[in-house]
């Protein structure tokens, strides 16, 4: 069954924008943290930008400091990723993901806690951003 369906790939210019979306399935939605990956033809796929189930916390590859943006509507169910200041290196496969456990405000966190793939057990079906220079 779908869990999570994304939206609003596409191809851009070096130093456009654009915005991604993710919608969820279930009203579980809001316990979960969720994240941002991609992966590029022939590379492991990476982590990009993650964000704490209540929307309080934000996790950000160096690479997307300053350029990306990540946000949740739990009331909706919608997760996006504001992406802009494009490079080519940017080109590749993205894709939403919901933490395998929900969160919890009694357990700490750290970065760690959501860059790796493991963390995650439900996946989009992923969305194309083809950046030319």
Same mark, same amino acid.
């Given at each position: ?14 130093? +456009? ?11 579980? $939605? *809001?316990?979960?943290?969720?994240g941002w $990956? ?23 590859? +160096? $690479? ?6 990540? *946000?949740? +509507? ?11 200041? $494009?490079?080519?290196? +940017? ?40 950046? *030319?220079?």
């Amino acid at each position: 069954q779908v869990q999570l369906v994304q939206s609003g790939g596409g191809s851009v210019q070096a130093g +456009d924008s654009l915005t991604l979306s993710c919608a969820g399935s279930e009203r579980t $939605f *809001s316990a979960y943290g969720m994240g941002w $990956f991609r992966q590029a033809p022939g590379k492991d796929r990476e982590f990009v930008a993650g964000i704490k189930w209540t929307g309080a916390r934000e996790y950000y590859a +160096d $690479f997307s400091k300053g350029r990306f943006t990540i *946000s949740r +509507d739990n009331d909706k169910r919608l997760l996006w990723m504001q992406m802009a200041n $494009f490079e080519p290196e +940017d080109t590749a496969v993205y894709y939403c993901a919901r933490k395998v456990r929900p969160g919890s405000n009694t357990n700490g966190e750290s970065e760690a806690d959501y860059v790796g793939i493991y963390e995650y057990g439900i996946w989009g079906q992923g969305t194309q951003v083809t950046v *030319s220079s």
